[in-house]
C-alpha cells in the first residue's frame, strides 16, 4: 500500500522526525546503509532549510518506483523527499545551490549538498509563494535496462498526500512502458485509509500487465482486478511516442488537464467506479503529443476550482516538482485538503538531458 511520511516542520523537533521517516523509507525501498544514510541526510537538510528560511512547511517522504517495463521488470525502488513551503522563495536559485549562499547566518551548505548527494534533484522557487525540492536516493546497485527508443524522451512523476497525516494514502499511481507506449495511471480508492490503499494498490498491480493495451482495455482489466475491493475512481493516460499521440480514459472524479504550448484543456473521465460501477462503454480522447506537451492527473483531494498556472506547465521541471507545485498553489493553511491527495504528471525529458 502507498506508505507516506507527512511531516510538518514548524519547530526543530520534527526535523529529527524528518530523519526517522526517510531512514524507514529506505528500509521500506531495500537501500543499503550508505544510501539509508544518504536519504537521512537529505532530508535532515532540506527540513532545517524550512526552518531556516522558509519559517517552517512540509516534508513528504515516499517510496516511489521508475517505469515497469514489459515483461515485469523494474528497476528498484527509491526514496523520494519533498519540501513544500509557502515562505518568502528564492531570488537567486542558481546562487542558493552554490555552498555558502546563506540568508539566515548559517553554513548555507544545505542545499548544495543535496543536489551532490541525491540521484535526482530540482527545485522551484518564486519570491514570495515559496519554494518546491524534490531530491530521490536509489540503491547504488540500482541500473534497471531500459528500451532505447523514442520512449525514453517521456517522463513521469507524482506527489501523494495521505489525508489528516495518516500512514497510508487511498491514492496510489504508477507508469509503464511497452516499447514506444508510455502509460500512466492514477486511481483514488473510495474513501480514504487502509480499505482506500488496498484498492489503489490493486490498480498498480494490475497495471504491470496493462502496458502493451489502450487506456480502455487497461481500465477493463483494472476494474476485475478490483472487484473483491471497495473500488477506486481511476484514470489511465498513454502516449505512443513514435507516432506522437496521447490517448486518454477514465473512470470517476480523477481531474485530468493537458497542456498544449501553454493553453490547458480538459479530458474528460465517465462516471462511475473502477470496481463495481464501471460503465459499459469507455470513450477514449485522442490528442496530439508533442514536446511542449504536459499532462496533470489529480485526484479529488485538489479543489475543484484549482486553475493551473504557466509554471505548472514547464516542461524542463522534473514532474514530481510540478505535482508538489500544483498541490502548493491549490492548497493552503486557509485551504487545507480534504482528501487524500495525489497528482502525477507526465512530461518530456529535456533536450540537454541525456
Known sequence: MPRVWDVPVHDSTRVRDARVAAEEAAGLAGLDEQRTATAALVATELATNLLKHAGGGRVLIDVVAPPVLAGGRDGAR???????????????VPAALGDGFTTARSLGAGLGSCARLADDFDLHSVPGRGTVVVARIRAVSDRAAAEPGPADRVRAGGVNVPFGGAEYSGDAWAWVRAGDLVTL?????????????????????ALRDAAHVTPGEALRRLDQALTRTRGAAVAVAQVDTRAGVLKFAGVGNIGARL???????????????VG???????????????????LVLHSDGLPSRWTPTSETCRTTADPAVTAAVTIRDASSPARPVRDDTAVAVLAPVPPDRP
Open 78 to 92: 527509491l526514496v523520494q523527499v519533498t519540501t513544500v513551503d509557502h515562505g518568502p522563495g528564492i531570488a537567486d
Open 259 to 273: 497542456c498544449e504550448g501553454g493553453t490547458w484543456r480538459h479530458l474528460v473521465s465517465r462516471p462511475g467506479i
Open 276 to 294: 463495481t460501477h464501471r460503465p459499459t462503454t469507455l470513450r477514449e480522447e485522442k490528442a496530439d503529443w508533442a514536446d511542449d506537451r504536459v
Open 185 to 205: 495511471m492514477l486511481a483514488d480508492g473510495l474513501g480514504h485509509g487502509p480499505e482506500a490503499a488496498r484498492a489503489s494498490t490493486a490498480a498498480v498491480g
